[in-house]
Each structure stands twice: as structure tokens, then as C-alpha cells.
């Protein structure tokens, strides 16, 4: 294929597409001169370099297209449907020739006359005529039309232009100049009879005049234009109308101009110019951006280049700043500021704006509105938003997928809209903008929404999530299952209105260039994808990290914050079965190294330098997972050109490429997603942010006194200290054996003795005993070491996960702590330890009901067990509205233990309206605070409790309950 | 220069049917890549480790704004390396558009052998080496390994897709 053709290709290519979306804007906007000159301009090159190449049946389909177009222009045709639908016909199946003129390199065999039969008849008026008028009459049309059209002008002038150079004496001479010249000829005819914008063919001649040709050249080439257009069979008449062109005078406007012609541009052109052919180029670029066409190819090396030219720039910095005074400094700043402007001004060489990728989403709309006779309008804005070209062909098909969803199962028909009270009209929006670094586009509609019950559904059939989970997600997070893999199959396309369909894929294009994707809707009110994409992948900014004397590069992208650690002292880190967590102000961080991760030697000259140093924590972020790098040093952050990884090493998952510092070494590029893949494969770390996330939701200010001791397995423990009698610290010599059970004689009864692990102790040596008195009966908890009583707000961040005598893990004197559950240490050592107590207080009568009013998981957990072990049947309310309608749905009650402070209506509220109600009006309500002073109980007793415990001694609370218990029996009696 | 001379030298003597070899050292084994194939000859350079990366693979390289990696050929057939990758020579070849260095011990002269003068390996030869090696050419005093880019490199390029 030869280059003129390859770049008409390019050309066409590049006019169709434009083409697709104006004429779709000129049914909205019949009446827009410009657009409509446009529109017509580029189907009228596209006709005419057709005519150049020999390209018949392009021309002519091209041709029958601009005749309808130029009576439109000429406001002798309305822009109807008909006349959009018949013009996007023409363009279709323009589009299938010159594809397959890109494939084969030649027109393919076939007929276009019921095409131009149609635009005929539509240029004509005409809507169901018969192709009666199909071979064009002689003597109709312009003189334009008679003169062969703008193909027939060009080939008279070719012909002139030869037989003028074979003729003339200066021919030779004049060679070079002559494609000019035809060109400027042709265009000078097309003005002057179709009174385009440009350079009339007078002024052509006079320009050759003035640039010294002679008269007899003139004339020369005046007799050869005749001669031109004779030979193509134009008749005599019309070839002196022709002639007669060349002399009329600028001033005399040509009479066949049409009142258009005023709403044109104005000229402003200047024909004293040398050469005849400036002009031409002036008058084509009109209105136009002055572009070059540049293969990508050179681009890419282009940027290629100026990357290694930002490293040895980089590189030259770093010598100068060793050498301090040099006479290089000034070149070399000089140099640092040209490179820096090069490389932006390269990176503009790549940077496209959006609206190329949108280009053809009109037409599909308008399409796709006509199939399915949806009225849906396309807004977009922000189209000249620019991005890396690399990253506008990633999110091309995202894009157009999208929409086409919005349009299809977004927008309601129109019958329905109306009945919704929406307008006839469905609107799907695009928009891209620039926020900081990023893109952001948005693909929005105001159709039917997704409802959230039906993804639900989906989800459960489909298995992607229990109930459970579900129970516990935001609508928002529910939805974002829309792009799950396993939700596009067939059945989720039609029962949930195929939304699902490949979102997955999109979301993984959109992802593969470090974008996110975010989806929302609300049912009935529409939809809303939101894109957030990086500019460039060319250049990143990083931080360098260096581990066991190894640098990496860690995309800033992702980096949160930076915290240093002092190894000595080390506060806020901890182990959880091995696992290093950080206590990052009010959450726990799962840790990983990164000397692990990428299995580094841990060399023991560098953990010892490193144990009295300080480490570093790089707080990361992937998506929603937030956890902390560990790394030994943290240097300064450097722009980067990112490299692909080598081939033998692009399995590894960690690199997301590689890069050259300014210093010359080579270092590997982090990537995020794969450290954090590299975290979460181990469950524990996963656990600690899922556990992170509710553990937010509850309250932390109750401030609690706890017991924080060592055992086992060294990690600190702690228990609240109202649960413990007394300390002791016992030789464990002295403990005896009674049957199963190790016991102490202490105080004069039998304490047994048992380990963190329930086995009874049988271990030799001093040891402190944590001791749980109850009444007469003890319980001895061996330990290794107390080590502090700590007042700390109680936020469980860790539950239990099923490890027995462990309620959970909170943070406590900034040490991930396990809080022992003693009511389960308590039933292993003795299993009648509750059961005697229960026959007292209750007799015979058999289980209590107890409502529990707590927000607080920690005491729910201390006190459920604790209560149903004592004999009460327990029903936990997690705050005072749930206790309400509990009570008001018929739950009989006997006693109700309840919290003040809670979120929403406080204890104080609650009882209040429990009073006020008669069927609740008097059951014993205990309140269960932490508030302890006097004031507070007498509130509460106003307030209508029927006795007050504090949360210090959960233990009085079967007390109180026991006794409330008498005093109703009492009252009844009485009764 | 000397080398240059001393190629010229050969091809004359030896007529066209020879081949010209850039000679090297791997743990006292003499071995041969063909001229053509050698893109560049390094003195001992800072190399990155590349954690995680096979054991052949001993970094990467910067050569001029490229990054190339590094193959410890002792590793690769199974010699002790340790303090090799400090000192060793880079012999650079391209495999598939990409550049790698071969660390050696030492790297020689060019020299031009007689074609009809390759033998096949001994089927003796350990595994590791038969497979890298393409032939071997009895000289004076030594025996040289003919080294076979393709499969040095094929070999540690294929092998991760897991």
C-alpha cells in the first residue's frame, strides 16, 4: 500500500469518526451554520481525495452524501430523520469500504445504487420516489455539478496543468510548482462556484501574475484549463461560463452565492503571497488546529528517550550535589530545567483528550435509542479532558461499556418514565474532569437504578456471601458486588436487569492501570459509576525504602503516612501469635516485613544495627486494606520512569516494574497489590482489619480498670480487675491434690488451682494467683508475673475467634492485649460454682427472663455467659430503641438490666418510657453503668431504676438481680 | 585491539569456513559464545539483587539506561559462587529482544576455530552443562565449550510461568 493511501486511511478514518457524532449533534441542532459546514467540509474531502486516489466507488457514495449535505447547508433540504438516518447509512457503509481498503489495499467489488439512490431522492425532496431519477439529467444541477463536481474540477486541472508544462517554454522550469498549481486551481474553481471559503480563481491568476508570469503563460494555461475540461465532456457552454471565472474581478462577488455565505468565517487570506499554494493550505486549515500526524512508534521512542535523559540528568544532579562548588553548576541547572520542560512537553505529545474514546458513544446511543424506541439523551462534558494515550485505550471499552449498559438497562421506555413522573427524555451523563493527579469520569443515568434487594439475592443464589455477612454491609458495599466475577453470569443478566455482565472485566481493565471504580444507585433514581484513573503510568512518583541493605521503590500512590518506630522502646508494637501488629493510634495495623515478604536474609550485623536504630512502618493502602510495610531505612521520594519487569522474573508478584535511581543502581518497583496479597494470605492479618472495622463502630470512652498480666505463652493478658478478689503469691510446693484438681489451702478453705490453658496447675516454684472469690468458694488463677493495673477504654479490636477463655484482644497501655474470659475459667475449675448459687435464688421456679440493654460488645460478652451459667435466660437488646419495640412486642420480661450511656435514647430515656408503659410498668429495671458516684444512683432511681450496679463489679449484678428477685416475690406475697 | 588483530590473523589462515568465538571463563572451564552474539563486554559492575527471583538470576544491571539482568553462569551450571557475582565479567547477549549478562569468570580473546573441527558433547557431560552446550572444539591446550545463548537463557525465562 502506498503512503498517499495509507494516510488517506488515516485521514478518513479519523473525519468518519468526527463525522458519526456531529451529524447525530446536527439532528439536535438543525440549524448550526458551522456545524453544518463542518460537516459537509469533511465529507466533501473525503469525496474528493477519493476522486484523486481512483477510488469510484467511495467517490461516488461520498458524493451522493455531499449532495444531500450541500442542500441542507443551503437550507433548500430540512434536517429531518429521514435525511440523519439515510446520511448515517452512506457513512456505514463508508466505513466498510475503506475497512476493507485497509485490509486488501483496494476497493472491494459491489454496488452502492440503492444508496444513492435514496440520498438522490432525498436530496430531491423526495421520501418513497422511485430511483427514476437515478442517472443524473443533463442540464440540472449548478454549474459546479455540470462542471464534473470538485473530482471532475480537480482531473480538468490535472490535465491542464500537464498540457501546460509539456507546451510552455518554461514548463520545465515550472515542474515543481505544478501540483501546486492544480491544487490551487481546483480549489479556486470550487470557490468561485460553490462559494466555500478560500482564494477565488481570479485571484489565483492574478497572484500568478504578480509572482511574474507572463501573459502568454497565462493565456497558455487558461486554453489548457478549457482544453481540460472539454476532454472530460463538459459542454461548450459551460466551459466559457468556466473561463469567464478567471477574469471576473475580486470585487464583483460571484452572483451564485448563496446568503450562507455571510455566516461563514471570513477570509482573511493574503493572496500577494509567493506561492499559490500557501493559500490553499491557509484556506484547508481553517478553523482547525495546526496537527501533525506522527507515528506512535516514534512517540514511544520520543518518550523512551527522554526518560533516560531524566535519569542521567538525575544522575549528574547527584554527582553536583557531592562536589559542591563546580563550574558545571550552571550548564547543569540549565540542563535539570530543559529536560524537565522537554520531558512535560513529551509527555503532551502523548496526552489525548478523552473525548477520542467517546467519539463513537453518540452514535451507539442514537442506535441503540432506535432499537429499542427509548428516548435517551447523551450528555457529555469535560471531552477535552487529556490523558497518556496508553491509558485512553484501557478505558476505551470500559467506557463504551458502560454507557451502553446506562442507555440499555438504565433507561426505562418511555411510557414508564412518565408514569415514574420523570421527564419522556432518559439522560445518561459522561463527564471527565482532572482531580489532582487523577482523572475522574463519571458515567451516570437517571433510570430505573439497581435495586439492592435483587443484587442481594443474586448474591446469596450465587454464593458469594452468606446472610451473615450481608446482614452486616451497607447498601453501598452490597452493590459493589455488581463486580464480582461470579455475578455476570447468564441468570444474573436478565433477572438483574444485566447490569453484571463483564463488570468484572471492567472493573479489572480499570484496575490494571491503577484506577478505581466505584458503582452506587438508588432504585428508581439511577446510577452511577465513578472512575478514578492516574494520569500517566509513564512517570510515578516513590519513596525509596531500603531493607537489609536493599532499595526498593514503593509507589507514592499508596503510601498513607510514615511512621518511625524506636526499636528500644518500641511502643504500640506487638505480636499476636507470632503476627506483628502496630497500634497506630486508635486501631491495630497488621505488620508485614519486608525482608520477609521478599525472603531477604536477616543478616545478624544489620538486626543488630537495626535493634538499636529505628524501624519504619510505611502505612499502605490497597483499596479498602490498610496495613504497614516494615522497612529499615526511608529515603527521600524520587520520580521515576517505571520499566517492565524482565520476562523471567514477571511472575514474581511484588514488582510492578523496575527503574534506574539517579545514582545509576537498578532498583525493583513495589507493587502494593501484591504486598498486600502477600499480608492477607496469612488469616490472622486479615482477621485484625476486618475486626478493625466493627471494632470502630462501638464505643471506646467507657474507661475500665484491667488487670494486665503475663502467662504461658508470654503475650500480656489482662481481666478487669473487679472480677479479681485478690492477688497472692503462693509457692506452688505447698499445693496439694484433690482428686482432679490441684488445690491450695487458703484461708481456711480449698482454692483450686488452674492454668491460662483450664488444666489444673502442676507447676513448681513461686507464682502470683489471681484469686475469684464468690461467697464461700475461690478459684486461683496461677500467672506468671503481674504486671501492671492499667485504666483503659475497653475496645475490643480482635474477637475471641473461637480460642477458648479468650473473650478477644484490645489495646491496652498500647499492647495488643488478650482479655481472659474468667466466667469460663470459673465453670473449668468447678462446674457447680454457678449451679449452687442458682437454687437459691430462685427455687424451684425455673429460668428468669433478663432483657440486656448494652451497646457494649465487651460487657455483652462479659455478662451473657455469665448470666446463663447463673441461670437466667438471656435476652440482649444492643440499645434502648431495639429494647422498646422488644417490650412491645409481647417479650415478658421478668427483670431488665440496662446501660445508661448508649448511642441514641439513653438508659434514663428508656426506663421512662418502659414506666410509662403499663404492661412493662413494673418489672425491675437494674441499671449497669459506669458512672458509680451518688449523685448518678440517685438520678437513676428518680429516673424510675429499680436499683443501680456499676460496671466495676459485674459480679453484684447477680446480687442485685437475686435480690430484686426476693423483693418481687415479697411484693407478690403481699399482694 | 590486539584481539581484532588476531581474529583478521585466523580467518585468513583458516579460509571461510571458520567461526569466531569470544572466549571465556566459568570455574576454570573454558567456553565459547559466537562473536555476533555478543553485544557488549563489562568489567565487574554494581548489580541489584532481584529477591525472589531464581537462583540463576543475580540481579540487574544498568548499561547505559538499560536495564539488564544478570545470570550467574556458575550458578546456572552448578558451581559454588559465593564472592563470584563481585567480580565477575559481563558478557552481554540479547535473548528475545532482551538484554542479559552472563557473569563469568574471566572473559579472553576472540578466536576463530574451524567449523570442521566441532565435535558433539561427551554424553558424560553433568546434565546442567550438556544442555547449554552446543559442541566442543579440542584447541592446543585447553577444550573449548561452544555456549548456547538460546538455552542458557530459554531455560530461566520459561521456567516461572507457574
Known sequence: MDDLLKDFLAETCEALDLLDSEIVELEQRPGDPALLGSIFRVMHTIKGTCGFLGLPRLESVAHAAEDVLGRVRDGELAVSHDVISQVLVALDRIKELVASLGATGGEPAGEDREIIDALRRIANGETAAPASTAPAPEKQGSLFDRAGAASGIDTACELACAGFAAKSADGAELEPELLKLQFALAKGFEVALQSTPGIDIADVLTCLTDNGWTEEDIALLETEIGQGFRSLGVEEEDVAALLALLHRGAQDAPQAAPPLQTEQEPVVAAPASANPSTEKHDAAAQGQTQTLRVNINVLEDLMTLVSELVLTRNQLLQIMRSHGDSPFAAPLQRLNQVTTELQESVMMTRMQPIGNAWGKLPRLVRDLSQEVGKKIELVMTGADTELDRQILESIRDPLTHMVRNSADHGIEMAADRLAAGKPEHGTVELSARHEGGHIVVVVSDDGRGLPTARIREKVLTNGLATEIQLEGMSEQQIQQFIFRPGFSTAAAVTSVSGRGVGMDVVRNNIEKIGGIIEFQSTEGVGSRFTIKIPLTLAIVSALIVECEGERFALPQNSVVE?????????????????????????????????????????????????????????????????????????????????????????????????????????????????????????????????????????????????????????????????????????????????????????????????????????????????????????????????????????????????????????????????????????????????????????????????????????????????????????????????????????????????????????????????????????????????????????????????????????????????????????????? | MSTALHRTASTTAAGATTEDYVTMTIGGQSFGIPV???????????????????????????????????????????????????????????HDDEPFSLLVDEVGEVLSVPLQRRESVPATLDERWREVSQGIYRLDDRLLLVLSVTSVLGAICAAPIH
Open chain 2, 36 to 94: 555476533l552474539n555478543v553485544r557488549d563486554v563489562l568489567s565487574p559492575q554494581v548489580i541489584t539483587r532481584i529477591p525472589l527471583a531464581a537462583p540463576e538470576i543475580a540481579g540487574s544491571l544498568n548499561l547505559r539506561g538499560r536495564i539488564v539482568t544478570a545470570i550467574n553462569m556458575r550458578t546456572r551450571l552448578g558451581l559454588p559462587s559465593e564472592g563470584f557475582v563481585e567480580r565477575a565479567m559481563a558478557v552481554v547477549v540479547e
Open chain 1, 562 to 975: 510514615l511512621v518511625r518506630i524506636n526499636r528500644a522502646t518500641s511502643k504500640g508494637l506487638d505480636n499476636i501469635n507470632g503476627h506483628p501488629v502496630y497500634r497506630l493510634r486508635d486501631r491495630l495495623l497488621p505488620l508485614v516485613s519486608l525482608c520477609e515478604i521478599l525472603g531477604l536474609p536477616q543478616t545478624g550485623s544489620a538486626a543488630e544495627t537495626s535493634e538499636t536504630d529505628s524501624m519504619y512502618v510505611v502505612v499502605s493502602q490497597v483499596g479498602a486494606f490498610t496495613f504497614g510495610i516494615i522497612v529499615d531505612k526511608v529515603f527521600d521520594t524520587e520520580e521515576i520512569v517505571v520499566k517492565p519487569v524482565s520476562r523471567c522474573m514477571r511472575h514474581i508478584s511484588c514488582f510492578s516494574g523496575t527503574t534506574i535511581l539517579g545514582d545509576g543502581r537498578v532498583i525493583m518497583i513495589l507493587d502494593p497489590n501484591g504486598l498486600a496479597s502477600a499480608v492477607s494470605a496469612s488469616p490472622h492479618a486479615e482477621a485484625a482489619t476486618l475486626a478493625g472495622n466493627t471494632g470502630r463502630g462501638s464505643r471506646r470512652d467507657e474507661a475500665v480498670s484491667m488487670l494486665v498480666f503475663e502467662a504461658r505463652d508470654g503475650g500480656p493478658k489482662a481481666v478487669p480487675l473487679s472480677l479479681v478478689a485478690r492477688l497472692e503469691e503462693t509457692d506452688l510446693a505447698t499445693a496439694e491434690k484433690a482428686g482432679s484438681l490441684t488445690v491450695l489451702q487458703y484461708r481456711g478453705g480449698l482454692m483450686p488451682l488452674i492454668d491460662l490453658d483450664g488444666n489444673p496447675a502442676e507447676r513448681k516454684g513461686r507464682h502470683p494467683i489471681l484469686v475469684f472469690v464468690d461467697g464461700q468458694r475461690m478459684l486461683g488463677l496461677v500467672v506468671d508475673r503481674v504486671v501492671d493495673i492499667v485504666d483503659a477504654p475497653l475496645d475490643l479490636q480482635l474477637s475471641g475467634g473461637g480460642r477458648p477463655g479468650t473473650l478477644g484482644s484490645a489495646i491496652i497501655a498500647g499492647a495488643a492485649t488478650d482479655i481472659v474470659d474468667t466466667v469460663y475459667y470459673l465453670r473449668q475449675s468447678n462446674t457447680n460454682w454457678f449451679e449452687v448459687k442458682t437454687e437459691s435464688p430462685f427455687g424451684a421456679e425455673g429460668e428468669r427472663n433478663v432483657l440486656l440493654v448494652e451497646d457494649s460488645a465487651f460487657f455483652r460478652n462479659l455478662l451473657i455467659p455469665m448470666l446463663t451459667v447463673a441461670g437466667y435466660s438471656v435476652t440482649v437488646a444492643e440499645h434502648a430503641e431495639a429494647a422498646i419495640s422488644l417490650c412491645k412486642d409481647g417479650g415478658n420480661f421478668d427483670v431488665i438490666v440496662s446501660d445508661i450511656e448508649m448511642p441514641g435514647l439513653s438508659g434514663f430515656d428508656l426506663v421512662r418510657t418502659l414506666r410509662a408503659d403499663e404492661r412493662t410498668s413494673a418489672v425491675p429495671i437494674v441499671a449497669f453503668s459506669s458512672h458509680a458516684n451518688p449523685k448518678d444512683i440517685a438520678r437513676g432511681r428518680e429516673a424510675g431504676f429499680t436499683d443501680y450496679v456499676t460496671k466495676l463489679d459485674p459480679t453484684a449484678l447477680l446480687n442485685v438481680l437475686s435480690r430484686t428477685h426476693t423483693e418481687e416475690n415479697h411484693k407478690e406475697d403481699a399482694a
